[in-house]
């Protein structure tokens, strides 16, 4: 199965949900020749032996759940494509997860639609985000917080706000070439 | 961000939110656990959020929530207006499209895809 990046950053941010966190940071960075996907939170985080067993497909911390193949299927397309994941926890400090894919590998899978996949989680969220994409010689950051300051009670799912978010962020992915892939 | 755009649109907003007394008239919830997003829900969600945009409904609200407890009928979303609250279930993106169209903007029930429908006080 190839789930696109963009859907491996959603099933990130949704663990980061699940596990009560406040804060999400992503961040989506092009480093030489590696693509790094970073999810931190704050949420509940993980004791060592569920740690240990993040990684296996048939492994889940969620109640009536028999599997939980987000974090596998990333380990694995990080692992065979020559990149890296690791991931760290502790109970009640939060969760960072980070795999570094190569860019240029054949089999790297597409980027997705990263502002239809992210922009509905994050409008639609309780939840704070802290979102970077950036490359070697460009930056752009969004921080709920900021937006929420600024529009004071219209919430981000407002018609005009998402749009403008939806522009902001397309500009974004246009300037560092991520335009949507597969 | 541009902080002066912001602010003109909080303030358009503001406006309008004026008019209705700052209620959202309806909230749309999505069910986003893990069966529901394996069912479809994030397409579902992003569906709703452009029915919304693309007809200008600056009185619905949209959010997500977690596992309900009814597995079998997801991706479920609800429809919540005072007085009443409707939960549909098996929403695709044309389905959640019509509830946008037929629900929140025309007020009628989309029956086929109709879990309950709970009246609630006001």
């Known amino acids: 199965m190839v789930e696109d990046l963009a859907f491996h950053v959603a099933d990130l ?22 693509f790094r996907i970073r999810v931190e939170d704050d949420g509940a985080g993980m004791a060592e032996e569920q740690l240990r067993r993040a990684g296996d497909p048939f492994f889940t911390t969620k109640p009536g759940r028999r599997i939980g193949l987000g974090l596998a299927f990333l380990r694995q397309t990080a692992e065979e494509l020559g990149g890296s994941f690791r991931i760290h926890s502790a109970p009640g400090k939060g969760t960072v ?37 950036r490359d070697h010689r460009y930056t752009w950051t969004l921080d709920t917080r900021e937006l929420k300051k600024a529009l004071g009670p219209v919430p981000l799912t407002d018609p005009e706000a998402l749009s403008f978010l939806q522009r902001a962020m397309g500009e974004a992915l246009a300037v560092l070439g991520w335009k949507e892939e597969g | ?73 997801e991706p479920l979303v609800e429809v919540h207006e005072p007085g009443r609250v409707a939960i549909y279930g098996d929403v695709d993106e044309a389905t959640a499209r ?17 879990v309950e429908l709970r009246e609630v006080p006001t």
């Open chain 1, 13 to 34: 941010v949704e663990n980061a949900l699940r596990a009560g966190a406040k804060l999400v940071a992503v961040e989506l960075a092009r480093e030489g020749e590696f």
């Open chain 1, 97 to 133: 997860v980070e795999a570094k894919i190569p860019w240029d590998h054949p089999d790297r899978p597409p980027l997705g639609d990263l502002c239809g996949t992210l922009l509905p989680l994050i409008a639609t969220s309780p939840v704070e985000f802290r979102l970077v994409f």
């Open chain 2, 1 to 73: 961000m541009k902080l002066e755009e912001l602010r003109k649109i909080r303030e358009r907003a503001e406006a309008e939110m004026r008019l209705r007394a700052g209620q959202a008239r309806v909230k749309i919830v999505v069910g986003m656990g893990t069966s529901g997003i394996a069912a479809g829900a994030r397409q579902v969600l992003r569906a709703i959020l452009d029915e919304v945009a693309q007809r200008n409904l600056r009185d619905v609200l949209v959010t997500q929530t977690g596992e309900k407890g009814l597995s079998a009928k």
């Open chain 2, 98 to 114: 019509r509830i946008v169209v037929e629900h929140v903007i025309h007020g009628r029930i989309v029956e086929d895809h109709l």
